[in-house]
């Protein structure tokens, strides 16, 4: 577990502990506000829970997601580590514009031992 950690902290470039553990607790406070948040959301936008299950959790999801890439901004910047989560959340678009798999695997190190 403590190599994959070390791993990790090479490829986010964390520089201490201290910050990894910070990285997590915003990790987690921005996971479980934005799904609380989701749901008053959804009230508001008309999508009921006796809404059909194939339409609402899609919509959900397309709900959620946004949500959270906001809320981890700017509970991030709360924690100090804007430029962490900022440089993060710009990987995460440029993965979405990947074309190929190729270029995938270069991003999550699949294939390296």
Known sequence: MKKYLEKLKTKWEIKSDFQMVIVFIVFAITGSSSVKLANPLLNFLGIQPEMNPWIRIPLRILIVLP???????????????????????KRWLRIGNKKTPNDLSKDFGVGKN
């Open 67 to 89: 949500v959270y890439q906001i809320m981890l901004l700017v509970i991030g910047t709360a924690f100090g580590q804007f430029r962490f989560f900022f440089k993060l959340q």
